[in-house]
């Protein structure tokens, strides 16, 4: 049996608790001051600072872009006997189907690009076109989201929300992670391709527009003054921390008062990075701005320009909306649904390369080019120009930080069907993307329902070493 305590013991151990319950609470209130997007040290040193995701909606084909197949040519017009499976969705299934495309040699290394992309060849010693990408579904939703997230399922974080969480923004007055979708639509699946999933609300991605204001209703109310908006805004986010004290598992709660904050502070800063009126009449001919067929993604890869150099980390523009022939879902006619696509993304993307490098931002910028997976090298129906999606092996390419160009990676088969050389998974790209950022893929994790989750899943996953310069 214990003795009793003295009065001295018992004062003491008292005090203690008291002041304890201090502590917790300039804790509580400190971490309620840190933003959730505060700049954070990366695993190790790395080049790129920023990330910019080009994403091609719909599955540009493989054989038609960057990765040729002379044996199409030979079997052209002949029936597929081989093992792939072929044909999504009951879809019909037609004959080997050479591309109409020419592809050539570009650069000093020789990297053979189609002549859908005359501007982007023109950078293809900066290219690393990875040719063996496989992915685990053939539906567009759940695609777009393993591409996006790591996973087929709806719910968890995004790529760009996994960066902001891991490496936080160079810019409190602007978001983290910016979208820019096609004014013909978002992808199948909307918000969820930019979610932050179980993560805090802070990390999801900002939808922007490219035209007009960048995001709705941003603008002050007309009659009010900054300084009444500035007290309104002070008496409501003091209220909510007076609940968040009581109530500090609500992380939506807090998202909520960092997302009023920073919409006040976005109201100068973001309208600034949308005006391109005074941009010169140089610039606005490089990106293709007085050209309707390149005017739309012009604007968004200016912007995008604008974004990296205010120190946005992750930004994604997307070529495509909808559904069919209005993305690169080429199932009707691919020829005549690729020289659209391409032709709308082609010169702007090589733009920004060429003022990425003319502004500096080169070597702290990581470009991944691409979409939800291929198409098939045979038509969709005899005779008919369309492909069908093909999962078992398309193309993607990196450049920019970091990235060795001038190469491409593995291979598919003979005819284009499947990945069979250095066959690289969705999640070993999203783990290749973290290392260039300087994120240890295997060390960035969230818990969530009592397990460690991370991007790259449980699986044995590995950063692409060919990739790295």
Not at 339 to 350: N, S, W, Y
Not at 404 to 419: N, P, R, Y
Request: glycine share 12%; hydrophobic share 35%.
């Amino acid at each position: 049996m214990s003795r009793p305590l003295t009065r001295r013991e018992y004062l003491m151990r008292a005090t203690g608790g008291f002041t304890g319950l201090a502590l917790a609470d300039l804790l509580a209130a400190d971490a309620m001051a840190a933003s959730p997007l505060a700049e954070k040290r990366p695993h190790f040193v790395a080049k790129a600072k920023h990330c910019v995701f080009l994403f091609m909606n719909g599955g540009p084909s493989q054989v038609d872009t960057f990765d040729p197949k002379p044996a199409l040519k030979k079997y052209n017009g002949m029936p597929y006997t081989g093992d792939a499976k072929v044909g999504s969705n009951g879809r019909a299934v037609g004959h080997l189907m050479q591309s109409p495309f020419e592809f050539k040699k570009h650069g000093r290394s020789g990297l053979e690009i189609s002549s859908l992309f005359p501007h982007v060849a023109m950078h293809a010693d900066d290219l690393c076109v990875i040719r063996s990408m496989h992915a685990d579904t053939a539906a567009h939703a759940s695609g777009c989201l393993q591409m996006n997230t790591g996973s087929i399922f709806i719910g968890k974080p995004s790529l760009g929300s996994w960066l902001n969480y891991g490496l936080g923004s160079a810019n409190q007055d602007l978001p983290g992670f910016v979208v820019m979708t096609d004014p013909r639509g978002g992808p199948i699946g909307s918000a969820s391709n930019w979610t932050a999933g179980y993560m805090p609300a802070a990390y999801q991605g900002t939808l922007f527009r490219s035209g007009g204001s960048p995001l709705l209703d941003l603008a002050t109310p007309e009659g009010t003054s900054e300084r009444t908006q500035r007290r309104s805004l002070d008496l409501l986010k003091s209220l909510n921390e007076e609940h968040l004290l009581r109530h500090p598992e609500e992380t939506e709660l807090m998202a909520r008062i960092e997302s009023y904050e920073l919409a006040y502070r976005m109201q100068t800063e973001a309208m600034s990075v949308v005006d391109l009126d005074n941009e010169d009449a140089a610039t606005r001919e490089m990106y293709g701005l007085n050209n309707p067929r390149t005017a739309e993604f012009g604007r968004k890869c200016l912007i995008t320009r604008k974004l990296i150099e205010k120190g946005v980390r992750f930004i994604q523009l997307y070529s495509g909306g909808g559904h069919i022939e209005d993305t690169w879902d080429g199932h009707n006619d691919c020829i005549t649904n690729h020289t659209l696509h391409a032709g709308e993304t082609d010169q702007p993307i090589a733009a920004l390369i060429a003022d990425l490098k003319r502004t500096g931002l080169w070597e702290e910028t990581l470009l991944v080019w691409g979409g939800e997976f291929g198409r098939t090298p045979t038509s969709e129906g005899v005779g008919k120009p369309g492909r069908d999606h093909d999962w078992h092996g398309f193309s993607m390419w990196l450049a920019g930080a970091g990235v060795k160009g001038g190469q491409a990676i593995g291979a598919t088969d003979e005819l284009g069907f499947k990945a069979v050389e250095d066959r690289c998974h969705v999640s070993d790209l999203h783990a290749t993307i973290l290392h260039l950022m300087g994120i240890d893929h295997s060390r960035l994790s969230y818990l969530h329902q009592g397990l460690a989750q991370r991007l790259t899943g449980v699986e044995d996953r590995k950063v692409i070493e060919k990739v790295l310069a």
